[in-house]
Each structure stands twice: as C-alpha cells, then as structure tokens.
C-alpha cells in the first residue's frame, strides 16, 4: 500500500522540474536534476513510489527465483546433494521473503529517501495540459495545477500489452504484477508468451509447485531477441522440469468461468480455455499474459503539447523529447522505448538530470573530457540478464543484430563446460558463451553467455563494449582462476587460433 501522503504545501504550484511518475528512473533523474544545483523537484506519483522494478518486476521476481537457482545447484553438488534430494521449496516461506523484499507493498521508505534528499512527492494521476503545466487529481477528486519553471520529465513505465484476442480481456488473464506477487500458487497454468518475463515466471511457478505448466509462444524459439542458442538451452532445461513448451502457436480464443476481481496473485475465478490456432484447447486455473508491454503515454495529456497521445515517446541522446520543442520535456525509462530495463532507466535519468541541471543554469552539458553529454554510449552496452535455469547474460549485439547494422562480424563461441571454474561449480555444468567482433576496428561489439552464475560475467562485457576495448588489450585482462571468467581467455584464444591458421580455403 502506499505510504502517507509527503508533506507538501497544498498551496504550492512551482517546482523546477516536475517528474510525471515516481519509478526508479523518476528518482533517479530528479535526484540528478537537483543534487548539485540550485533546482527543486517534485514527483508526481498515483501508485507506489519506486515503481513497477520495485514491486511488480526485477525485485519480487529476483527474490521467487533465487531460491530455486540455489535449490538446483544444490542438487547437482555432491555433498549437498544427498541432502536436498526429494525435497522441494518451502513455499510460505519464499513468498514470506518475497514480501519482505517488496516492503509488503508499502513505500513509505522510499518516500522518506525521496523527502531526505530534498524532492517532493505528491499523490495523485498527473497529466500534461500545456507547455511545463501539469494537472494532478487526488484519488479523492481533488486537482491541482503546477507549473515547471524549466522542465517536466515523463517517467510513466509500461504495462503488460493484452493482444486483442477474442474474450482474452474479459477473462481478466494474470499480468507480470500477479505473478510477480502470487499468494495462491495454481495447479495448471499456461504461460502465453517466450520473451523473458515467460520464460522467467515459468522457471519459478514449476519451483513453486505448478503441476501442469504449459508455455505458449509464437515464435520457433524461445527469448527470440538474443542468441539462438540461449533460447534453445533455457528450453531445454525447462522441458528436462516438466514444462510443456508450444512453440509456433497463437492464442485465438479466451473463455473462462466465473470471471471476476480477487486480487493480485489470486485465481481470477474459474478454468481458462485457451484456443489455439492449430485448433487445440488448453485447460488451465490460470493464465498469466507475458506478450510485451505497453508505454502508459495514453492519458497523460501529451496531446496538449502537440504529441500524439499513447505509444513510445521518441527522444533524442539527451531523452529529450524530439516532437515538442525549446527541451522543455524529457522521457526516461519504458516510456522512450529504447531498452525497457530499469537499469537503463536509471542510466537515461542520470545523463537526463545532469543535462536539466545544466541547461537551467544556462550551461552547455558536457562531461568530464568536455563532450556532449550523451546515452548513445551506454545503450551500445544495454545489459541484461534473464534469471532462468540456465542464465542468460548479453551485453551489446548479437550476431544478427550487428550484421543488419552493417558490421563485418567475426564471432567466437565456447562450451563453457569446458572450463575448470564451472566443473567447481557441478560437473554436469551446461553453458555456453559467444563474442561478437566488429573485424573494421577489432572490438568487441556483442557478448552472450548462458549457464549458472554468468550473470557476474555481463558488467566486463559491457564494459569491454562501451569502451570499445580492442582484442589486443583484452588479450591482457588476466582472468582468474578457476572462475567462469576464464570463458574470456578461452573466447580470445578461439579468434586468436583461427587467426593464425589463415583464411579457410
């Protein structure tokens, strides 16, 4: 629930910057905008402070998955083994550490961070009614208008998309935030998507104690955007835990029994159908919808600033929005649309901040060796980590992607089984890992890893990609022993051997 209302004087109507949604990279860039500077800031919130990663996405789902990662392994580790053979989770309690983890719904910390650091926080809906205007309705009815001296930041997230399958919304199908927050595990349960929020809620609802977990996608494989091989070992994996995998199907047909509101993470009434277009029938207690997400630009007034409203805000490298002129309104996070992760969020909030700062005080923003200041060299980074069974980790471009960019690509690839790191971890270790390489300039322009633990592999990736590392200084980062880490050395030695032996005839 949300915490009390922060102390704001009702009678006020100016701020500096005004940002429309409390999320993570709303925080983010109003603490940017004012930390080192002479601007105030207010947030405009109507949920939870801290936003959809901090109880709906990375955190609930962290804290559901970590458990069942750490029973796997154990499993597949003598010694430990023996232990833990027969056994399953202990469910109350992994949704017990699960509300801990998300404060029980309640944001009462986090608005208090938000005052302790200076920024203001009003409840209510926000919308834009003009230029640096905004109106905000209380939940009781009430509105208010403010008014930006300098800047409003749009920060209003993404929800999960419902495609328009016949009785599909009215079945009232489970989103990211039920399962996320699931009180009453189900039975049978059917998973319609093969992005990373499908494959990660699978993971954790079979460790939960789904019996019957089916998987609907409409692609051939599964995490489609990354390397072929990543989805096809998470499958893999997933089919050896008993979930039945649909792959090239779509969902034609919804019909449930009984309807109706119960709340988050509790069956919403009776059996789901779902139809498929091969003409089967899925019968199921609950369907969770994972089929991408949405902006929530659809009602906050962009129309009155000459936007169109709903879809993704184009920005340019500074997340200020390219349609409305003089950069007065910016867009950070899902809403611009360039990497729905919250850690690029957060980064577009950091660059965002610092540019509102310095624009205000009629600076040109630059960094610290006087460039522009910028994303576009973060975002060439853009990691991510999907948490299943085994992990997936990718920074930068996958062969596909650099190729339709127009790079000459060389790539590398390594059983990351063969390393005396993962044999430490469980012989029967399954992974695998591939650099991408602009052959032009000898980089490192893609990075993708699969396999238990490769999630602390992704940052030197992304550095190596950021800072555009060429393969003879790579050569030189030593990496120690015995870690997964050594996949580096492996991976280098692999362009390195084919190097030497000359063109194939």
């Known amino acids: 629930m949300a915490g009390k ?63 069942a990662d750490v029973l796997t392994n154990g499993r597949h580790v003598p010694g ?28 009462a910390s986090q608005v208090k961070w938000a005052l302790d650091t200076g920024i203001d926080v009003i409840r209510g809906y926000g919308r834009l009614t003009g230029e640096r205007t905004v109106e905000v309705v209380t939940a009781a009815g009430d509105s208010r208008t403010l008014t930006a001296r300098h800047t409003v930041v749009i920060d209003t997230g993404s929800c999960t998309t419902v495609p328009p399958v016949p009785g599909l919304a009215e079945a009232g199908a489970w989103t990211s935030r039920d399962v996320t927050n699931v009180h009453e595990v189900p039975r049978r349960v059917v998973v319609y998507g093969g992005g990373v929020v499908a494959c990660e809620a699978a993971t954790w609802l ?111 490298d500074q997340q200020a929005v390219r349609a409305v002129s003089g950069s007065w309104l910016y867009a950070i996070g899902d809403v611009c649309g360039r990497a729905l992760l919250t850690h690029m969020g957060k980064y577009q909030a950091r660059i965002a901040g610092e540019v509102i700062a310095a624009r205000a005080a009629g600076r040109r923003p630059t960094d610290a060796d006087d460039e522009p200041l ?35 690509v060389e790539t590398a690839e390594y059983d990351m089984a063969g390393l005396a790191g993962t044999f430490v971890m469980r012989e029967d270790y399954v992974g695998r890992a591939k650099l991408v390489v602009d052959r032009a300039t000898d980089t490192v322009v893609g990075a993708t890893f699969v396999g238990s633990g490769v999630a602390d592999l992704v940052h030197s990736a992304t550095t190596a990609v950021v800072a555009r590392l060429p393969l003879s200084v790579l050569w030189h980062v030593v990496p120690s022993y015995p870690t997964a880490s050594e996949v580096w050395l492996r991976l280098l030695e692999t362009v390195r051997t084919r190097r030497a032996a000359g063109p194939t005839p």
Not at 395 to 404: F, N, S
């Open 5 to 67: 209302a922060a102390s704001v004087d009702p009678d006020r109507s100016e701020w500096d910057v005004i940002v429309l949604g409390g999320a993570a990279a709303g925080e983010n860039v109003a603490q940017y905008a004012t930390q080192f500077s002479d601007l105030d800031a207010v947030i405009v919130e109507a949920e939870l402070v801290g936003g959809e990663c901090s109880y709906w996405a990375c955190m609930p789902s962290k804290a559901l998955l970590r458990p």
């Open 80 to 107: 430990v083994s023996s232990l833990v053979a027969g056994r399953g989770l202990d469910v109350p309690a992994v949704l017990a550490r699960r509300d801990t983890v998300v404060n029980g719904l309640d944001d």
């Open 206 to 316: 079979r460790a939960l104690g789904v019996e019957e977990l089916t998987v609907v996608y409409r692609s051939p494989d599964l995490l489609a955007r990354f390397e072929p091989f990543a989805g096809r070992m998470v499958a893999d994996q997933l089919r050896d835990a008993g979930v039945r995998l649909l792959p090239g199907r779509s969902a034609v047909e919804v019909r449930r029994a009984d309807p109706r509101g119960t709340g988050v993470g509790l069956p919403h009434g009776g059996e789901v159908t779902l139809r498929l277009d091969d003409g089967a029938a899925l019968v199921a207690d609950e369907l969770v919808l994972a089929t991408g997400r949405t902006p929530n630009t659809q009602d906050i007034g962009l129309s009155s600033v000459g936007c169109p409203d709903g879809g993704f805000l184009a920005v340019d």
């Open 374 to 408: 910028s994303v576009a060299a973060g975002h060439r980074g853009s990691p991510q980590v999907t948490f299943t069974q085994p992990e997936v980790g990718s920074a930068g471009m996958t062969e596909r992607q650099a190729r339709e960019a127009g790079v000459d």
